[in-house]
């Protein structure tokens, strides 16, 4: 609620307020930007077009949900935009393999990230409503009622695919650890 009181305060020009507004929930609009576009590089560009849609809303915003959900339910309007405005217009690649060449640059020494790696795989391989609903409520730690309204379904939808989500997820791991010992009972 004290984000809802900021934006708010913010909503008539107060440029402290609205800079408090903004610190407030920024790490959470990028974190939902990033997951939804599947580009981190581009995260920083999404967000930024999500607060300056937010700013030139906030005079209209009147606090009926939380500023949170009001923000993220832009962050995911802007995510959509941002693919359909993709998709019109193509791009070419500067390599004939550039997901090779990217792969190949990212850092592999560091710890924990074979397990990034796996539990990005086994998020991308939900369906994308569950994989959605799952990030909301589970990652960014909505409520599922304010998850209801940023995703614009009812409550019990929203319950219904994050247990979906779970109970993929966990089917995942199991094989995943399955087909591990199998390996490891081969190799010996």
Known sequence: MATTRLALAARG???GKTDLFIRALQQDVWNYVAHLSADPQAADDL???VFLRALASL????GRSSARTWLLSIARRTVADSFRYAAARPRRA???DWRGAA???QPRHLPGFEEGVALT???TALQA?????FMVTQLLGFPYAEAATVLGCPIGTVRSRVSRARSALADMIRAADAKGDADTAQAA
């Open 103 to 105: 792969e190949q640059r």
């Open 13 to 15: 020009g107060d440029a």
């Open 59 to 62: 005079p209209r915003f009147e």
């Open 129 to 133: 409503e569950r994989r959605e609903a």
């Open 121 to 123: 795989e086994m998020l």
């Open 47 to 49: 967000t930024q077009d």
């Open 94 to 96: 500067d390599q004939p």
